[in-house]
């Protein structure tokens, strides 16, 4: 299980991967921690698929408007610039390939770049909400999520067990331990983070791993 | 001008046991709440809502749930609601669960005159099975079909007496497109206003999508405050 700082290691992280001028989405769970750690050198518009383009700061108290909600049902504010519009407006910008970015958890990735993060049989079934949808539209998809379950099993594995997501959308993966692409040719360590070995991530990992750690 | 309803009671009087009902709102944001409450009320059963997600226990679409009024739910996420996850697991409830995007897209084209759509979202998953898969482009997309209902029950700002309708920031959510795929569509606004008292640029929903309107106040539940 991931402690507070290797939540917060894993959202610096992941933040590196918005570019200035991103339109952003950001997933409910750990990916909302990245809004913290976004740089102000950076410009980056967030969207929230209930409807709104632009989230801004959680409200003060005297802020509050029960009309304004992110798709966490978190109330927020509107950042300057932003804009509302309606559920089906909002996925025609996600399905329509006009989101640079969407950072979404896990619960298992595979070799393909599979994403199982709805549902697991004989548990209670919540719902998918827009993971479906945003996974085939924003032009780079980064899963970040713990390197291995709570029982300590590998998340990242040949092919997934867990009901899909989506089929070969991933295209990276971030954990406490370290960064994986997912490429034609299969996943490759990119990076390995500090209190970790390339072994200990090969340990903990049941798909093949290329190694192309860069020093 | 359309029928301005003295009550909520008025208003849903024409809705039966059986009928399908598309209800506005993304959590308790946006929903018509007085229209639920007047659906609990008259006790009419059978009912199929299609909606985002199903109220929470005390509030919502979690009342008529409570009161076993819904016999299907098509919806994206329902992980609010103890009383729901207590019917579906013990079979009373029927649920369709479908992605957000393409449950919005199904609501669009139902009010549009598009039967159907394909789409990528849930390619390759199990909410894809049973149905067509085609290939554009290199890419593959499964055929959703539209929805309609015979009543869509929305919920806006302001309403003008054509029953244009304006929406309030996230409360706009699914309301547009179920306005104008239900047979019947009542909006529930918290004011009315003269017709021509609206900026005819700022209309969201136009009137002609519009049978009745009813104004009520609104108490606005919040799920999930969070502050600075």
Known sequence: ?215 | MKTIYSSAREAVAPIEDGMTLMVGGFGLVGIPEQLILALVEKGVKDLTIISNNCGIDEWGLGLLLKEKQIKKMIASYVGENKEFERQALSGELEVELTPQGTLAEKIRAGGAGIPAFFTPAGVGTQIAEGKEIREFNGKEYVLEESLTADFSLVRALKADTFGNLIYNKTAMNFNPMMAAAGKVTIGEAEEIVEAGELDPACIHTPSIYVQGLLQAEQEKRIERLTTR
């Open chain 1, 1 to 215: 299980m991931a402690t507070a700082n290797s939540r917060e290691l894993i959202a610096r992280r992941a933040e590196k991967e918005i570019a200035d001028g991103d339109y952003v989405n950001l997933g409910i769970g750990m990916p909302t921690l990245v809004a913290n750690y976004i740089s102000p050198e950076k410009t980056v518009v967030l969207q929230s698929e209930n409807g709104l383009l632009g989230i801004g700061p959680y409200p003060t108290e005297d802020e509050v408007d029960p009309d304004l909600i992110n798709a966490g049902k978190e109330t927020v504010t509107a950042s300057t610039g932003a804009a509302y519009f309606n559920s089906a407006e909002s996925f025609a910008m996600i399905r329509g390939g006009h989101i640079d970015v969407a950072i979404l958890g896990g619960m298992e990735v595979s070799e393909k770049g599979d994403l199982a993060n709805w549902m697991i049989p004989g548990k209670v079934i919540k719902g998918m909400g827009g993971a479906m949808d945003l996974v085939h539209g924003a032009k780079k998809i980064i899963v970040i999520m713990d390197h291995v379950s709570k029982k300590g099993e590998p998340k990242i594995k040949k092919t997934c067990d867990l009901p899909l997501t989506g089929k070969g959308v991933v295209d990276k993966i971030i954990t406490e331990r370290g960064l994986i692409e997912v490429t034609p040719q299969g996943l490759v360590l990119k990076e390995v983070f500090e209190g970790y070995t390339v072994q200990d991530i090969l340990d903990a990992t049941d798909a093949d791993l290329t190694i192309d750690v860069r020093e």
